[in-house]
T-cell receptor, first 117, second 109 residues
Framework: SAVISQKPSRDICQRGTSLTIQCQVDSQVTMMFWYRQQPGQSLTLIAT?????????ESGFVIDKFPISRPNLTFSTLTVSNMSPEDSSIYLC??????????????FGPGTRLTVT | QKEVEQNSGPLSVPEGAIASLNCTYSDRGSQSFFWYRQYSGKSPELIMF????GDKEDGRFTAQLNKASQYVSLLIRDSQPSDSATYLCAVGGYQKVTFGTGTKLQVIP
């Protein structure tokens, strides 16, 4: 597995502002993802953070709203832009590792709990 | 149609019993199957993965996969109150996975 940290762990923000969430991994990983988990819901993939190129966004998520940076193989940021109360959620960074099986296994950071007022 | 379906629960079992958690999926091409445990207020933790039909055991946990029926399950033997959590099934291909909505398990002392 990998040790993943996120900052901040939680924040309360006013609508219309932006928040940047940082994700740091203790080893180089090719694949990093950003998820959102709304209260009482499961995880929804926002995008795949690609090192050295633009992130790949899932349906319903756009770069203008959720810009992502991936400057190297251990770090990524997700910005939640022009926030509204509907963006209140837990944002999770994950990494995918090959650990002996035929497919990648995902491990998650501790999450960032965002409340928009 | 949801891609990965789980009963939301709660599933209540007495301490020491076997808890059985079930998951069905729609994509027949799925190659990888995972079970995550998520305690309230925490991030998901990978507890089991299975790739081939049949059973896979790891301590008190057994994952079962039936690709023909598009069904994957998790058995927890000798359930403990500390097993009380939401269990997420995740199904995917080589790299990305899709998560179910999770089953909340309550182990009653």
């Amino acid at each position: 597995s990998a040790v993943i940290s996120q900052k901040p762990s939680r924040d309360i923000c006013q609508r219309g502002t932006s928040l940047t969430i940082q994700c740091q991994v203790d080893s180089q990983v090719t694949m990093m993802f950003w998820y959102r988990q709304q209260p009482g819901q499961s995880l929804t993939l926002i995008a795949t953070a690609n090192q050295g190129s633009e992130a790949t966004y899932e349906s319903g998520f756009v770069i203008d709203k959720f810009p992502i940076s991936r400057p190297n193989l251990t770090f990524s940021t997700l910005t939640v832009s022009n926030m509204s109360p509907e963006d209140s959620s837990i944002y999770l960074c994950s990494v995918a590792l090959l650990a002996g099986g035929p497919a990648y296994e995902q491990y998650f950071g501790p999450g960032t709990r965002l409340t928009v007022t | 149609q949801k891609e990965v379906e789980q009963n939301s629960g709660p599933l209540s079992v007495p301490e020491g019993a076997i808890a059985s958690l079930n998951c069905t999926y729609s994509d027949r091409g799925s190659q990888s199957f995972f079970w995550y445990r998520q305690y309230s207020g925490k991030s998901p933790e990978l507890i089991m993965f299975i790739y081939s039909n049949g059973d896979k055991e790891d301590g008190r946990f057994t994952a079962q996969l039936n690709k023909a029926s598009q069904y994957v399950s998790l058995l927890i033997r000798d359930s403990q109150p500390s097993d009380s959590a939401t269990y997420l099934c995740a199904v995917g291909g080589y790299q990305k996975v899709t998560f179910g909505t999770g089953t909340k398990l309550q182990v009653i002392p």
